[in-house]
């Protein structure tokens, strides 16, 4: 039977382009020192022509940022049971955790630098990301908070501090963040 167009093949050579695409880049990326990858270094690392890579994903940002939003929405999804105080701080443990180890600050100067070049590739790439925490706050029932505020409350100062050298402590300061987000919600 033919496939419709349109139809997502998992499993299917879109879905093995994609993997060997995001396994080049993970690796190079551990190997950079300064968080930066070339395409068609990833090419020759996975197998796939560069017009494929370029034609998916247009920059080595957008790469970046597409390997590391499938790799952080299956290592650490964010929970979505109905309590946000629980899920919020399962994530946010993670998150801190996370940016401890080394290469981890990759995506957020990829972001930096697609920011710079206009938005386009962080919403294409991070909308996957960007409908978890919709979810987490629609499971709670929350209806004040938006996934930009979880952005700037518990996103940007963690992201801030880990690129200043002092990234936050996940055992004092997971529950802070949270603690934060809770009282907006309660302020309005």
Not at 33 to 55: C, K, N, P, Q
Not at 56 to 84: C, F, H, K, M, N
């Amino acid at each position: 039977m033919a496939q419709a167009t349109g139809v997502t093949r998992p499993g299917g050579r879109t879905a093995r382009t994609r993997e060997a695409v995001h396994a080049a880049t993970r690796e190079l990326l551990a190997e950079s020192e300064d968080g930066t990858i070339d395409l068609a270094a990833v090419a020759a690392r996975s197998g796939v022509h560069i017009a494929t890579i370029y034609r998916r994903w247009r920059t080595a940002e957008g790469l970046i940022i597409d390997t590391v939003v499938d790799e952080l929405g299956e290592r650490s999804p964010v929970p979505a049971t109905g309590d946000l105080r629980a899920d919020l701080l399962v994530w946010v443990t993670r998150l801190l955790t996370d940016l401890r180890a080394p290469n981890h600050l990759a995506f957020f100067r990829a972001m930096a630098r697609a920011g710079e070049n206009g938005l386009s590739d962080v919403q294409q790439f991070a909308g996957p990301r960007v409908r978890q925490f919709e979810a987490t706050l629609a499971a709670s029932g929350c209806t004040t908070l938006t996934w930009l505020d979880v952005f700037e409350l518990i996103l940007a100062p963690a992201y801030i501090r880990a690129l200043m050298s002092m990234p936050l402590d996940p055992e004092t300061d997971a529950e802070r963040l949270v603690d934060n987000v809770i009282a907006v919600r309660d302020s309005r």
